[in-house]
């Protein structure tokens, strides 16, 4: 139990143009969503908090404009990197917290973007 | 705010060895601890957690990790290491939100 998925796995774009990612609870309901950015070698930052039905919750620095965040269902939470730049190349993990097991995230395998 | 810090950036074990990975964190109440695995290119693993009750957390993989409050550390260990435990590890704390605050990791390399 507690599966989440993230889709695409890869996506490699050119500047300018923007990427959706998607995360998905497969096996329960995610009250509660989470985008972190990884970068090399380094710890996972978290970018939002996102709720289902509301608006999320950024991080001091994240960009609201250019990472689009939206929770539309209790299983779907997705990330739009807009006029994504080569600087916005990283690893984007997301995770879900469910409605009962409320104390843990559970994570997504990951998207790596390639911005050209 | 909470913070959580692993001192040591990499560690090199032998397979069938045992290991410990050392994680401190700062926290005004009783923390909830987390020790997460991440293989290259992948996303986090659970591998155990630390709510309250007994101080001594078994997880997956044959893992296993220690609350010591006096501390202020939850340290990872496994007797013996397998090549597959290779990985990044982290921990990490939660606050009351269940906002996480990650440590900046562990490298794990394994040698024959």
């Known amino acids: 139990g507690a599966v989440v998925s993230q889709h695409p796995s890869r996506v490699i774009c050119k500047s300018g143009t923007s990427v959706k990612i998607e995360c998905r609870s497969l096996d329960f309901q995610a009250t509660t969503m989470f985008w972190y950015r990884q970068f090399p070698k380094k710890s996972l930052m978290l970018m939002a908090t996102s709720n289902e039905g509301s608006k999320a919750t950024y991080e001091q620095g994240v960009e609201k404009d250019k990472f689009l965040i939206n929770h539309a269902s209790l299983t779907l939470s997705t990330l739009t990197v807009t006029s994504a730049h080569p600087e916005d190349s990283s690893f984007y993990i997301c995770?879900?917290?469910?409605?009962?097991?409320?104390?843990?995230?559970?994570f997504g395998p990951g998207t790596r973007l390639t911005v050209l | 705010a909470q913070s959580v810090t692993q001192p040591d950036i990499h560690i090199t074990v032998s397979e069938g060895a045992s290991l410990e990975l050392r994680c401190n964190y700062s926290?005004?109440?009783?923390?909830?601890l987390f020790w997460y695995v991440q293989s290259p290119g992948q996303g986090l693993q659970l591998l155990l957690k630390?709510?309250?009750?007994?101080?001594l957390v078994q997880g997956i993989k044959g893992f296993e990790a220690e609350f010591k409050r006096s501390q202020s550390s939850f340290n990872l260990r496994k007797p013996s290491v397998h090549w597959s435990d290779a990985a990044e590890y982290f921990c990490a704390v939660t606050d009351s939100w269940g906002k996480f605050q990650f440590g900046a990791g562990t490298q794990v390399v394994v040698t024959p």
């Open positions: 995770s879900a917290r469910g409605d009962r097991d409320t104390d843990t995230q559970y």
């Open positions: 926290y005004g109440a009783t923390p909830y």
């Open positions: 630390y709510f309250s009750g007994d101080t």
